[in-house]
């Protein structure tokens, strides 16, 4: 076998020959080449055109060019194959499949036309025949969608008797298109979606409008029905009617049966249930159901109002244990808002500080607000209502409270806490205890001394005490200058120094902090009224009759200033609405009397004061006054009456 090896020798290149070709395939200078362009001006621009009848087909009789078959002579000198052939005129196209738009007929003088232009304009679209029954079908269908959201627009402008009769229109339309689906045979494309959105927004028009009856008819009717999927959650809408009618065992009912047809995936409308079924064993005051279904929501997704009602609950069957872990609870729930210090802006970053000033008072930070504000006046309530139940004495039940809050993300409330702790000794009458808590709070932080600080100024102002009144309204300023009622307090007791032009001052500029300080507005109105301003001081209470419009000494005050402006037909205008909003006010009554006893109208002056003297005997004016008018009228002996009657009050 060895003797068919050859073996390379040393001086043999094993790699010789890669790089050799054949100058025949060199087309780098064919350019150049004489013979070689005469040949393509010969044998290829002077070709003669082809005039083969046969297409070169495998169905044709002639033989293909392969290598089984005979060979057919190439069509040029330069081997190129024969792709086409010309029958009836038209181009035998180079592919077996023709492209659209091109042919070899372009050779023969046609236009290229890929898009079809020269066919002239498109025929004009065929009319909707609106006569159809499948075209009347989607017309009623558009309309009823259209009444849909006609009577959901009403439902949201407040127009519910409006919102009830586009729903109602709806659904005989609604009748109206499942008649002609089936008239038409076409039962099977009946719009379900349809048919729920209508009965659905029609039930809840009729629940809008307190037509309670045809809401729960119309819910029965989707409840029923089984080719609605998650028609069961309606129940929870079948529920709240019920809760609105009292018919609390029936809401429970409907409450659990929507609970057990909503998946455990649902977490939050399952909560909200819950929640609902709690309140309702509250109203029927069975607290010990309440309670097992806040503790559940407290351990499952906590909130504020279910902390809440859990408090109440326990507040209610007298726990005092469960009330101290309830309220601990409560304040442990995340308020989940933005640090306040996100609001701040820096100084030295100007793009960062006009964002803050776009966000720091947009709708999300309202919200972050308001939760906020619910927060504090639900712990604030609880320990209120938990302080003196809680321990032995309400001002240990509070301090507890406070000791929780200050351990806990409310801190800030604590302080808070400490004040309405004296607030209610007051209301206790204990000004001693409201007094010493109070001044607990000289050596706070600015905000809380200052709200400290008021309260006290108001305390010793009450006791007739206006020297500590005015020191402790002044540090009450120093504390806080734009604090509202701090200024009030200061205008007090330089009103009460007879000083009513600086008091006037003090007003003022508590309106300019808060214009909403009706307080500092009132006393305004007064300060003018000592300094025989009356048109001024008739404006104020003007402005505080627009904000607060049944305040008798308001509505006292607007008479006063009428009378002593020397317009006595204002004067009784105004002391008619007084006397409609304190019809037993003896003074007011008195004053119409006088005001008509002034114009001569005897009789109506006699009709109050006799009203007044009803209510208030021991006026000693109007009885005089009535016993004059019994002499005047010579009814001596009734006059006499009333004579004695002063004798004796006298």
């Known amino acids: 076998m060895m003797e068919h090896v050859h073996l390379a020798g040393e001086e043999e290149d094993l790699y010789s020959g890669y790089n050799d070709y054949n100058p025949t395939f060199d087309t780098e200078d064919l350019e150049n080449d004489a013979a070689f362009q005469q040949a393509v001006r010969t044998s290829h621009g002077r070709r003669p055109p082809m005039t083969a009848k046969i297409p070169g087909t495998a169905l044709a009789a002639r033989p293909l060019g392969t290598a089984f078959g005979g060979r057919i002579p190439l069509g040029s000198s330069m081997g190129r194959p024969v792709t086409g052939a010309i029958q009836d005129g038209v181009a035998r196209p180079m592919t077996a499949v023709r492209a659209a738009g091109y042919s070899s007929t372009a050779v023969r003088g046609s236009v290229f036309d890929p898009l079809g232009q020269s066919r002239g304009p498109a025929p004009p679209l065929e009319t909707k025949n609106e006569d159809t029954p499948e075209e009347k079908i989607k017309q009623l269908e558009k309309k009823v969608n259209e009444l849909v959201e006609e009577s959901c627009i009403a439902n949201s402008r407040g127009d519910l008797q409006l919102a009830l009769e586009k729903a109602k229109e709806a659904g005989r339309k609604e009748r109206v298109l499942v008649r002609q689906r089936e008239q038409t045979a076409s039962a099977d494309h009946i719009n379900l979606?349809?048919?729920?959105?209508?009965?659905?927004?029609?039930?809840?028009?009729?629940?809008?409008?307190?037509?309670?009856?045809?809401?729960?008819?119309?819910?029965?009717?989707?409840?029923?029905?089984?080719?609605?999927?998650?028609?069961?959650?309606?129940?929870?809408?079948?529920?709240?009617?019920?809760?609105?009618?009292?018919?609390?065992?029936?809401?429970?009912?409907?409450?659990?049966?929507?609970?057990?047809?909503?998946?455990?995936?649902?977490?939050?409308?399952?909560?909200?249930?819950?929640?609902?079924?709690?309140?309702?064993?509250?109203?029927?005051?069975?607290?010990?159901?309440?309670?097992?279904s806040f503790e559940h929501i407290m351990s499952e997704s906590p909130n504020l109002k279910t902390g809440f009602n859990l408090i109440l609950c326990y507040f209610?069957?007298?726990?005092?244990?469960?009330?101290?872990?309830?309220?601990?609870?409560?304040?442990?729930?995340?308020?989940?808002?933005?640090?306040?210090?996100?609001?701040?802006?820096?100084?030295?970053?100007?793009?960062?500080?006009?964002?803050?000033?776009?966000?720091?008072?947009?709708?999300l930070r309202q919200m972050e607000q308001e939760r906020k504000a619910l927060a504090e006046r639900f712990i604030m309530t609880a320990a209120k209502l938990i302080a003196p139940a809680i321990e032995t004495s309400f001002a240990a039940g509070y301090d507890w409270?406070?000791?929780?809050?200050?351990?806990?993300?409310?801190?800030?409330?604590?302080?808070?806490?400490?004040?309405?702790?004296?607030?209610?000794?007051?209301?206790?009458?204990?000004?001693?205890?409201?007094?010493?808590?109070?001044?607990?709070?000289?050596?706070?932080?600015?905000?809380?001394?200052?709200?400290?600080?008021?309260?006290?100024?108001?305390?010793?102002?009450?006791?007739?005490?206006?020297?500590?009144?005015?020191?402790?309204?002044?540090?009450?300023?120093?504390?806080?200058?734009?604090?509202?009622?701090?200024?009030?307090?200061?205008?007090?007791?330089?009103?009460?120094?007879?000083?009513?032009?600086?008091?006037?001052?003090?007003?003022?500029?508590?309106?300019?902090?808060?214009?909403?300080?009706?307080?500092?507005?009132?006393n305004l109105g007064l300060s003018y009224k000592k300094l025989n301003r009356l048109e001024e001081g008739l404006d104020c209470f003007l402005k505080l009759h627009a904000i607060l419009?049944?305040?008798?000494?308001?509505?006292?005050?607007?008479?006063?200033?009428?009378?002593?402006?020397?317009?006595?037909?204002?004067?009784?205008?105004?002391?008619?609405?007084?006397?409609?909003?304190?019809?037993?006010?003896?003074?007011?009554?008195?004053?119409?009397?006088?005001?008509?006893?002034?114009?001569?109208?005897?009789?109506?002056?006699?009709?109050?004061?006799?009203?007044?003297?009803?209510?208030?005997?021991?006026?000693?004016?109007?009885?005089?006054?009535?016993?004059?008018?019994?002499?005047?009228t010579q009814f001596c002996e009734k006059a006499i009456q009333y004579f004695e009657r002063a004798a004796l009050i006298q």
């Not at 409840?223 to 018919?247: D, T």
């Not at 960062?352 to 008072?361: F, P, R, W």
């Not at 309106?511 to 500092?520: G, I, V």
């Not at 020397?566 to 008619?576: G, R, S, T």
Request: proline residues 2%.
């Open 193 to 292: 979606d349809l048919t729920y959105s209508v009965l659905f927004n029609l039930a809840s028009q009729y629940s809008a409008n307190d037509l309670y009856a045809e809401a729960l008819n119309t819910y029965q009717v989707i409840v029923r029905n089984k080719m609605f999927s998650n028609a069961g959650r309606l129940k929870v809408n079948m529920a709240n009617i019920y809760f609105k009618q009292r018919n609390y065992p029936k809401a429970i009912k409907f409450y659990r049966m929507a609970l057990d047809q909503i998946s455990s995936t649902h977490k939050e409308m399952r909560i909200k249930i819950m929640q609902n079924i709690g309140i309702v064993f509250v109203k029927m005051g069975q607290y010990s159901d309440a309670i097992t």
């Open 316 to 363: 209610a069957i007298g726990d005092r244990e469960k009330m101290k872990k309830s309220f601990q609870k409560l304040i442990a729930v995340p308020l989940e808002i933005d640090d306040e210090e996100k609001y701040i802006p820096p100084n030295d970053d100007q793009h960062t500080n006009l964002v803050i000033e776009a966000i720091k008072n947009d709708n």
């Open 401 to 522: 409270c406070v000791d929780m809050v200050k351990t806990s993300q409310y801190v800030e409330l604590a302080n808070d806490l400490e004040i309405n702790k004296a607030i209610t000794y007051l209301r206790q009458k204990d000004f001693n205890q409201a007094v010493e808590t109070l001044k607990m709070f000289e050596k706070k932080d600015s905000r809380v001394k200052s709200a400290a600080a008021t309260n006290l100024s108001f305390l010793y102002f009450l006791e007739n005490e206006h020297k500590q009144a005015e020191i402790y309204s002044d540090l009450a300023m120093y504390s806080d200058r734009y604090n509202p009622a701090a200024l009030t307090n200061k205008g007090n007791t330089v009103f009460a120094n007879g000083d009513y032009e600086k008091a006037a001052e003090f007003y003022k500029e508590a309106l300019r902090n808060d214009s909403s300080c009706t307080e500092a507005l009132y």
């Open 549 to 632: 419009r049944n305040s008798a000494q308001i509505l006292y005050q607007i008479a006063s200033l009428y009378e002593m402006l020397e317009d006595p037909n204002q004067a009784i205008e105004w002391l008619m609405q007084l006397i409609s909003v304190a019809p037993t006010d003896a003074h007011a009554l008195a004053r119409l009397g006088d005001l008509y006893d002034s114009e001569g109208d005897k009789s109506q002056a006699f009709q109050y004061y006799y009203e007044s003297y009803r209510y208030f005997p021991s006026n000693i004016e109007v009885i005089e006054w009535l016993g004059a008018y019994y002499i005047d």
